[in-house]
């Protein structure tokens, strides 16, 4: 399973090497990587997740995904108390950037790949899970870290986003038994298959616009990239051990969790005003890093579960 993670990562980092030519050459440049950028987020993230959900109705998929769900609740719950336990407030630091950074991660433009990588379709359909949680909150305590606000209209927003409305039809197709006559289902199957490339080429413009050489003197980015990519995947490696879970399901939801820091960070800090540059910062240290992070906290964790449980 380290392996399979591994190869998909190399071939995410390499479609990322397209995405950092094109902007170094301006193929793509930053507002058409913005226009990109909300293609994957609002069409093509939906068809993947909407398809994931045309499969027959099985009792113990249902079973998953209910686990799936009561799991990534578990995650988030820690990871937001790791981070508040690691990362402290400290003047000069922009504590709320970095907590963010250290709990929301790139579940749907890494995590859906990965997961696709290791489980096919009922991979992405438990990790449908995740990302609900994700967004319910992402867009409630996510806000208010950011931006100091309780933020209501952000709250109210995340109930009729793109994302939230894939996984609502998708789920009454699938419990309905619904299936997509044969030319939508063909066309909804063609846009999901450009995630992958969509997603790291777009991840790899704005790894373009990030100074690399200014980024590997700054010691504090790689201490919220260890916090985010090991410290806390090791910890729920841990306590999943000791869960009667399917190893899908606990895989899905620690490789989801473990995915490098969300993009999300740094499109926050633009529209409320703060400083973009430390979120964009980490969000490129830690894209990078998780080629070699991923497959180590996977392969840490096969150890575990063979070795202890």
């Known amino acids: 399973m380290a392996f399979?993670?591994?190869?998909q990562t190399i071939i995410m980092m390499l479609l990322m090497a397209i995405g950092f030519m094109c902007s170094k050459t301006n193929i793509i440049s930053k507002e058409s990587n913005k226009s990109?950028?909300?293609?994957?987020?609002?069409?093509?993230?939906?068809?993947?997740?909407?398809?994931?959900y045309q499969t027959d109705l099985k009792p113990e998929l249902i079973s998953e995904l209910l686990m799936t769900f009561a799991l990534s609740v578990l995650a988030f719950a820690v990871m937001i108390a790791g981070a508040y336990l690691f990362i402290r407030p400290k003047e000069g630091r922009m504590t709320e950037i970095e907590r963010f950074s250290a709990i929301y991660s790139n579940c749907g433009f890494m995590g859906i790949p990965l997961v696709k990588s290791l489980f096919g379709m009922e991979g992405v359909f438990c990790l449908t899970a995740f990302i609900t949680v994700f967004n319910l909150i992402v867009w409630t305590h996510g806000v208010i870290l950011i931006t100091g606000q309780k933020d209501v209209k952000s709250i109210v927003k995340v109930f009729y986003s793109p994302t939230i409305i894939a996984i609502i039809l998708g789920l009454l197709c699938f419990f309905l038994q619904i299936r997509l006559p044969e030319i939508p289902s063909q066309v909804l199957s063609s846009v999901a298959e450009l995630n992958t490339p969509l997603a790291m080429i777009v991840s790899g413009v704005t790894i373009a616009g990030t100074d690399l050489l200014s980024l590997l003197k700054k010691f504090n980015v790689y201490r919220i990239c260890f916090i985010k990519l090991i410290l806390l995947p090791?910890?729920?490696?841990?306590?999943?051990?000791?869960?009667?879970?399917?190893?899908?399901?606990?895989?899905?939801?620690?490789?989801?969790?473990a995915a490098p820091p969300a993009a999300m960070c740094t499109l926050l800090c633009i529209k409320?005003?703060?400083?973009?540059?430390?979120?964009?910062?980490i969000f490129t240290a830690g894209t990078i890093l998780s080629v070699i992070t991923l497959p180590f906290v996977v392969r840490f964790t096969e150890y575990l579960t063979k070795n202890i449980s």
Do not use: H, W, Y
């Open 272 to 281: 409320c005003g703060k400083d973009p540059l430390r979120a964009s910062e």
């Open 234 to 257: 090791f910890i729920l490696s841990v306590i999943f051990l000791f869960l009667p879970m399917p190893e899908k399901v606990k895989m899905t939801v620690l490789v989801a969790a």
């Open 36 to 52: 990109l950028s909300t293609l994957v987020l609002q069409i093509v993230n939906p068809a993947v997740i909407f398809m994931s």
């Open 4 to 7: 399979t993670i591994l190869k």
